[in-house]
């Protein structure tokens, strides 16, 4: 029987022998590994080994661009501007009924008025050390009675108004305050499309607010915000109570005043305007030298072609200004321009639409003659017009 046995218990033993040997190899080979982990990780580096690279720079957890620096200096040029102002309002008990409006008009002779007074609320830039800060003009108002400038550094000041420019919306203020942290310029004609910006302002009353996003478009115009218009369209978020704050590169450079946004909730949408910053220095300068910008103007005025006729008789230009309005003693109606024509051209240039000449004309020499390209009667000629003062033509409109 032990015979028989034997056979099989000398197979179990060579068995579990193997399998003590295999167990210990299987330890063995993990324990090498990591010794050898631990001994690269402590081994000293060889003094001729490279450097390691250096750390990139820092970035948002979504991967994005760090702003927290320039955000951190920028938000320290920027203030919150509230306007005082006293706006005329009827006393009817129906000036609020659009029905009775209708029907009997705005006027309010039957209950007399009454002066309310109104405050309005909104952002401006520092950009002087001395004192200076551009805003927008809506946020000043037209009966302005007092402004107060809230500082960064919660302090409030009174506001001197130097002057306005209701054409691009820019107002510029003056404090009687120095050493003030101001937002340097930077060039905005060299902005890209698709480059990030900052839009830092106080919407909803809420200072120090920074929004970030991308220029979407630039020269922009036919927004419907001011008379002149070459506005930096963004997608960064800008609400009520962000006129007149600024729009930051990312050098940290202003490179706009925030303005206004398209929206059909009151509140953003992703498409916001800005007036360039090389526009805001030109009315800055001016302001600071007159009190008032000087820009071309004629003594005219224009609309956009009607889409529903044709007012060039039959040339069918689909382009120009059209003239809508105009004086018979004018300078430009004795040289033969009438009401109905169509300006397709200026100086040699093309005319797309009423808003590229109003600016065409604003950007010409004071003083100067512009050569229009029109289309009246079925033809074309050109009539040389005189370029004059925007201040001398603004005046004789209002007589």
């Given amino acids: 029987m032990f015979r028989k046995l034997f056979p099989a218990l000398v197979l179990l033993t060579a068995g579990f022998i193997g399998g003590l040997m295999l167990t210990a190899r299987l330890h063995i080979s993990n324990d090498s590994l990591a010794d050898e982990v631990g001994a690269t990780a402590a081994a000293p580096r060889p003094s001729s080994a490279p450097a390691p690279p250096a750390a990139p720079a820092p970035q948002t957890p979504g991967g994005g661009p760090d702003f927290t620096r320039i955000a951190g200096q920028a938000v320290k040029g920027v203030a919150n501007i509230s306007s005082l102002q006293v706006v005329r309002t009827p006393n009817s008990p129906f000036s609020a009924d659009p029905f009775f409006r209708y029907f009997f008009g705005e006027g309010d002779d039957a209950f007399g008025s009454r002066d309310r007074r109104s405050l309005s609320l909104g952002s401006g830039v520092i950009i002087s050390s001395d004192g200076y800060v551009v805003t927008n003009n809506h946020v000043v108002g037209e009966n302005m009675r007092e402004i107060t400038v809230t500082l960064p550094n919660k302090r409030e000041v009174r506001g001197r108004l130097v002057g306005t420019d209701p054409a691009t919306d820019i107002a510029l203020l003056r404090l009687q305050v120095s050493g003030l942290p101001a937002v340097p310029w930077g060039d905005s004609s060299k902005l890209q499309i698709g480059e990030w910006v900052l839009a830092i302002g106080s ?6 607010t920074v929004t970030a996003g991308i220029v979407s478009a630039t020269g922009r115009t036919n927004v419907g915000f001011a008379d002149y218009e070459d506005f ?36 953003y949408q992703g498409i916001g305007f800005a007036v ?21 103007s004629v003594d005219f005025r224009v609309d956009n072609m009607p889409l529903d006729e044709d007012p060039t008789g039959g040339v069918g230009v689909g382009r120009g200004a059209q003239v809508s309005r105009m004086y018979r003693n004018s300078a430009s109606y004795q040289a033969g321009l009438r009401p109905g024509d169509v300006i397709v051209g200026l100086n040699g240039r093309t005319v797309e639409d009423a808003s590229q000449f109003r600016k065409m004309i604003a950007d010409s020499r004071v003083g100067s003659t512009a050569t229009l390209r029109v289309v009246t009667g079925g033809r074309t000629v050109e009539i040389r017009v005189p370029v004059e003062s925007s201040s001398s033509t603004a005046t004789r409109r209002r007589r």
């Fill in 232 to 267: 930096i369209q963004t997608d960064a978020a800008i609400n009520p109570g962000n006129s007149g704050g600024a729009l930051i590169n990312a050098r940290g450079e202003l490179v706009g005043i925030n303005t206004g946004i398209f929206s059909q909730s009151g509140g």
């Fill in 203 to 208: 919407p909803f009353q809420l200072s120090a």
């Fill in 276 to 296: 360039p910053s090389q526009l805001v220095r030109h009315v800055v300068d001016d302001l600071k030298k007159y009190g008032e910008v000087r820009r071309g």
